[in-house]
Each structure stands twice: as C-alpha cells, then as structure tokens.
C-alpha cells in the first residue's frame, strides 16, 4: 500500500519534523520519504485542512468483552471504535470469560486481532480468574504477549497478595495497572458520597475508598521499588497522593478518563445511567482539581475506560444499571473540547508517547526509515456525536447527542489505512 499524506503538520517530539508542515511518503507500511512537497503518481493520496499528524494513540484500558460477552462488544467491534476514535493500539482488561489469566488465553486475543487496523494488547490478570486470591502464570503471559497486569474492573483487596505481585513483576520491570476501589467501604453505594447523592436519596461511595487504596498501593509500590499504574483516578486527594509519591522518586503513574474530567455528580440528577461509572463521578471540585491536574502535567495519560453494556444493562433503574460507558471513540474530542489550547506535543504525550515509554512499548515516529504508525487528526472542527456514527456493539455513551471539538480524520498501522467516513 503507497500513501502520500499531502501537507501535513508533523506533531511527535521525537522527529526531526515535529511541528513542520510537510508531505509524508508511505510505501508497505514504512515511512519512504518526508518533504515540502512531492507528486507520486501510484499513491492514494490523504488530505484535509489544518490536518495533524502524530505517533499512534494508545489506550491502557478497554474492555473488548471477547470471550464470553460478544452481545456487548468483540474484538472486531472495539477495534473498529478504536480505529475510528484514532487508536493504534489498545490494552484490552482481562475481565471476559473465561478471564485472561493464561498464556492461551493472551494467546487467543493476540490471534485473533491479528489482521485487524488495530494492535491489541490483553492485559493478563494478577490473580486467577481475577478472584483476588492467588497469584495468576504472569510470567507465561508475559512471554505470550501480555502487556501489563491487573484484574481489571476488580482491584486487587488483599494488601499482602498486591505486595507479591509487586515483587513478581519486578524480576521483568512488568507494570500493574489498579482501579483504586476499596470494596469495604460504600460496598453498596450507586454513585459519590455527598450532597447530591443526599438530593437523589441514593446510596453513596465515598472517595475515602479510592483514596486508601491508592495511598496503600504506593506504599506497596515504594517498600518493593516495583512499577504501578494507577487508572482511573476521580479525586483532588488521590491526585495530591500520587504527585508526592512521584517527588518522592516512587514509580508511579497514572490515568484519568474523559468522562471524569467532563461529568461531576450534579450531572446525575436525571438519573442518568449512562453515567453510573466505576469509580464515580466526584464533585464539581474533584473535577476540576482534575483538569487542573492535566494541564500542570501531573496525569500522565488519558485512559478512555471503555466499558461497553448490552441496552437491557443500561435501560433500567439506576439501582440495577452495570456501571461504565463506551468511549474510544470519542475519548479524543471530549479531551479536546475541554484543552482546546493545550499544546499539540502536550496532548500527544498524553495520548501516545507517555504509553509507549511507561508500558515499555516499542517507539514510534515520524521520520523516514520507521515503521508507518500514525493518528492523523485535526482540532479546530466541531462534531455532533450520534449513535448511529459508533462503531462499538454498544450504545451506552452518555456524550450521543453533544457538540464536541476535533475530529479523527484516520489512522495507519500494520500497513492498514483506516478513514472514518467523511
């Protein structure tokens, strides 16, 4: 396949080119040639307005449902929201069925996704069958292709067991990825713990629960000197935990979600369960301090937590709704509705470079002689998200129906050119 991007503006950190308008060359899945202004006759030729160009995004957290919950999602379906959302490569969480704690089972999914546009990675779970119990093989599905660990949509409870699995990783600089939930504490509560769950007569989670097992895990982190990753982090305090545990020289990092940064728990006075989430919408306050938190650079990446759920698990009470929502595909324009004036390299770090480096992935850049692995995407358009553009098997967005900023024009991996339809 013979590509030639016309007049594009190079946004990687890592190219001799970053911040150049310049023509891109692509010939079998390699970058031939980058200059002013080339002709080509045989080559499929890409051009928009205003176009950026950058290392393909990659996302740490997603959940393609394949084995076991194909009515919600399959490989095939979260790779093309993945694509369209301007994804090269995604991790996908071990929660399926049966759960990914096994060499074949990280074999199947690395299998099957094989010839799709997307790469996907399966993280393989700490535990078996991600019961919190006993160690899982992380080592075998190391060596078949897992790229971290973590159970998933479960955190990990026992304080000793973490301690191991900290210790276990270790010995291969592996990463354990963590949702900060404490079980014990609001066990049965359906969204944040404050005044607005008091207005709603709803049962609350308080963020004392993610802000213990946070501050717990990086003890863990600090007494085994092992690498931990913490996603989907919703509060001002659990944001003030992890920048001191970095000053302290700790390896930690972390993720947030779109939805946390743009959703706070006044958001749910319709009961809207396409915003029962895990861990919950926080407070107005806990919102911001977030945002503010992305644009000091204290939050290393932005996690889309694709959660898809069937209709009958979101059109019902809210007592009974699966908490999560898709977002792949429109994890960027959320982003970039919000940071419209957050420097181009900025956002890129956060969507790509910061990924590859801290889950030991392989570089990427955009310069002749490299493998041909880009987003190209544009930030000054404005889009309306409808349910009928998702291409995930599942609807449970709680963005359908809004005006956001930026659009993906496409992506090109593994000698794949994907283009959302114009």
Request: hydrophobic residues 40%; proline residues 4%.
């Amino acid at each position: 396949m013979k590509l030639l991007l016309k007049q594009v503006i190079i946004t990687d950190k890592n190219s001799p080119y970053n911040g150049q308008q310049k023509d891109i060359l692509i010939n079998d899945g390699r970058i031939i040639e980058i200059e002013n202004d080339l002709t080509v006759d045989d080559a499929q030729i890409i051009k928009h307005d205003n176009l950026l160009a950058s290392p393909g995004w990659v996302d740490v957290f997603s959940h393609f449902c394949d084995p076991g919950y194909e009515h919600r999602e399959t490989l095939e379906t979260g790779a093309l929201a993945a694509a369209s959302g301007g994804y090269t490569t995604v991790f996908t969480v071990p929660n399926t069925d049966p759960v990914v704690c096994t060499k074949s089972q990280v074999e199947y999914i690395i299998q099957k996704s094989r010839d799709l546009p997307v790469s996907v990675l399966p993280i393989g779970a700490i535990t078996k069958n991600a019961e919190g119990k006993e160690l899982a093989e992380m080592y075998d599905m190391l060596n078949s292709g897992a790229v971290a660990f973590s159970d998933g949509l479960k955190t990990v409870q026992s304080a000793g067991l973490f301690l191991k699995a900290l210790q276990y990783v270790k010995a291969f600089n592996g990463v354990l990825i963590q949702v900060p939930n404490d079980k014990s504490v609001g066990s049965f509560g359906l969204m944040n713990e404050g005044i607005m769950s008091t207005k709603l007569g709803l049962p609350g989670i308080p963020s004392i629960g993610e802000e213990i097992i946070i501050a717990r895990d990086i003890e863990l982190a600090a007494y085994t000197n092992s690498r931990l990753h913490i996603t989907g982090v919703s509060t001002a305090k659990a944001i003030e935990h992890i920048s001191k545990a970095k000053a302290d020289g700790i390896a930690v990092t972390c993720s947030v979600t779109p939805y946390h940064l743009f959703f706070c728990d006044e958001d749910l006075a319709d009961y809207d369960t396409n915003l029962k989430v895990d861990p919950p919408l926080r407070t107005r306050a806990d919102m911001m301090a977030l945002r503010q938190a992305v644009a000091a650079g204290q939050v290393d990446s932005i996690a889309s937590h694709h959660i898809p759920h069937d209709t009958d698990n979101k059109i019902c009470e809210f007592e009974y709704a699966k908490p999560g929502m898709t977002g792949l595909q429109t994890c960027f324009q959320v982003f970039n509705t919000l940071f419209p004036n957050l420097d181009n390299n900025k956002l890129v770090a956060l969507f790509s470079h910061n990924n590859r480096s801290l889950f030991n992935l392989s570089p990427a850049t955009i310069q002749p002689g490299s493998d041909a692995t880009i987003t190209l995407f544009t930030r000054d358009t404005s889009i309306t998200i409808g349910a009928g553009n998702l291409k995930s098997k599942s609807r449970n967005s709680a963005f359908i129906g809004r005006q956001l900023k930026g659009s993906v024009i496409g992506i090109i991996n593994k000698d794949q050119l994907y283009l959302n339809d114009k």
